[in-house]
T-cell receptor
Framework: KNEVEQSPQNLTAQEGEFITINCSYSVGISALHWLQQHPGGGIVSLFMLSSGKKKHGRLIATINIQEKHSSLHITASHPRDSAVYICAVSGNSGYALNFGKGTSLLVTP | SQTIHQWPATLVQPVGSPLSLECTVEGTSNPNLYWYRQAAGRGLQLLFYSVGIGQISSEVPQNLSASRPQDRQFILSSKKLLLSDSGFYLC?????????????FGSGTRLTVV
């Protein structure tokens, strides 16, 4: 089973700060996913990466396949970014995701 | 466009009672379907996945079961709930032609067993 580790576990930032959340995994993958879970529990898929970098609005996700590491960056953070951010990987055998435990982000005004 | 429906949103059930959670997908055919559970303070854990009607694979032994009676319908059941079954249950689907395709999650069911 692929072990997925996220850091930090909890993060508090002031509005406008640049935020980085890290994810590392133990074995080869077919893709890495960044997910956002709001307090109500619903989960939204932010990015799916297999190499390089993707950008959507103020969110940027990068992955280094050789180092088995990915980062999620939030530029100009805003209180509405407060949520749990979850890293998950899909393995080469396919089908299911292995999840990290999530990073709880709180952005204060 | 593809959508996924999951219900109910919240459920409080007594220990020993049965459970049935339903998930349906619209706008796609032959999706891969998944049930995940998130226990309090823990990460998401895969319970079951299905690649076709009647085909169910279980990842974790437990008193839960899953069924896929139709192509786009996935049901999570229990005959007798335990306190440890409390948690947040999520249904998801992914495209079968590419296992690296993005996942779409339902809105989840928060189950409290009392």
């Amino acid at each position: 089973k692929n072990e997925v580790e996220q850091s930090p576990q909890n993060l508090t930032a002031q509005e406008g700060e640049f935020i980085t959340i890290n994810c590392s995994y133990s074995v080869g993958i077919s893709a890495l996913h960044w997910l956002q879970q709001h307090p109500g529990g619903g989960i939204v898929s932010l990015f799916m990466l297999s190499s390089g970098k993707k950008k959507h609005g103020r969110l940027i996700a990068t992955i280094n396949i050789q180092e088995k590491h990915s980062s999620l960056h939030i530029t100009a953070s805003h209180p509405r970014d407060s949520a749990v951010y979850i890293c998950a990987v899909s393995g080469n055998s396919g089908y299911a995701l292995n999840f990290g435990k999530g990073t709880s982000l709180l952005v204060t005004p | 466009s593809q959508t996924i429906h999951q219900w109910p949103a919240t459920l409080v059930q007594p220990v020993g009672s049965p459970l049935s959670l339903e998930c349906t997908v619209e706008g796609t055919s032959n999706p891969n379907l998944y049930w995940y559970r998130q226990a309090a303070g823990r990460g998401l854990q895969l319970l079951f996945y299905s690649v076709g009607i009647g085909q169910i694979s279980s990842e974790v032994p437990q008193n839960l079961s899953a069924s896929r009676p139709q192509d786009r319908q996935f049901i999570l059941s229990s005959k007798k709930l335990l306190l440890s079954d409390s948690g947040f249950y999520l249904c998801a689907w992914s495209a079968p032609w590419d296992t690296a395709y993005g996942y779409t999650f339902g809105s989840g069911t928060r189950l409290t067993v009392v």
